[in-house]
T-cell receptor, first 117, second 112 residues
Framework: DGGITQSPKYLFRKEGQNVTLSCEQN?????MYWYRQDPGQGLRLIYY???????QKGDIAEGYSVSREKKESFPLTVTSAQKNPTAFYLC????????????????FGDGTRLSIL | DQQVKQNSPSLSVQEGRISILNCDYT??????FLWYKKYPAEGPTFLIS?????DKNEDGRFTVFLNKSAKHLSLHIVPSQPGDSAVYFC???????????FGKGTKLTVNP
């Protein structure tokens, strides 16, 4: 089945450590996104990528880094510079990022919950 | 500054009745609006969307209404079912932008 796979579902990090969250999609989507959700809050955009080897900062990129070496993969690294990393992280993808097919919805993975030990 | 607002944190309805979830926005450049449904510990699931050139879009039990002059949209679920109990997020984007702006969500509870 086509979809977006995020792993692991739960992740624990010690203070001062970097940690990488995985996101893989087999939908052949061009665009991929990372969001953060905090309790009682909406989703906030961290980074997005419209094409391989290119990505853009979202609204809350500080303390995070990404790479897009393959179309199907968009890993997110939460660095030690992120002061409040405990949150639910969601990866999404959409068919393409330039509106050539009109507006297209983003589809989400099931998330990774990151906690600080 | 919150550009997409869902002013009701929660809503409770009886099974079989209509559920109406509301969303207001402040950015007049938004031209694409979406509703997502989210269960705990899962990712949001796309439900329905509407372009600003329309004022209504319907998909089965779900209908979204857009009032551009009031900068308001609503999601109607008829009839409501217990399985509809979830958090519903409204989202918007402008001019082909990749950036979706989300509201904080409304928790819907449908009582049997």
């Amino acid at each position: 089945d086509g979809g977006i796979t995020q792993s692991p579902k739960y992740l624990f990090r010690k203070e001062g450590q970097n940690v990488t969250l995985s996101c893989e999609q087999n939908l052949n989507h061009d665009a991929m996104y990372w969001y953060r959700q905090d309790p009682g809050q909406g989703l906030r955009l961290i980074y997005y990528s419209q094409i391989v080897n290119d990505f853009q900062k979202g609204d809350i990129a500080e303390g995070y880094s990404v790479s897009r070496e393959k179309k199907e993969s968009f890993p997110l690294t939460v660095t030690s510079a992120q002061k409040n990393p405990t949150a639910f992280y969601l990866c999404a993808s959409s068919i393409e990022g330039w509106g050539r097919y009109g507006n297209q919805p983003q589809h989400f993975g099931d998330g990774t919950r990151l906690s600080i030990l | 500054d919150q550009q997409v607002k869902q002013n009701s944190p929660s809503l409770s309805v009886q099974e079989g009745r209509i559920s109406i979830l509301n969303c207001d926005y402040t950015n007049s450049m938004f031209d694409y609006f979406l509703w997502y449904k989210k269960y705990p510990a899962e990712g949001p699931t796309f439900l329905i969307s509407i372009s600003s050139i329309k004022d209504k879009n319907e998909d089965g039990r779900f209908t979204v209404f857009l009032n551009k002059s009031a900068k308001h949209l609503s999601l109607h679920i008829v009839p409501s079912q217990p399985g509809d109990s979830a958090v519903y997020f409204c989202a918007a984007s402008e001019g082909g932008s990749e950036k979706l702006v989300f509201g904080k969500g409304t928790k819907l509870t449908v009582n049997p």
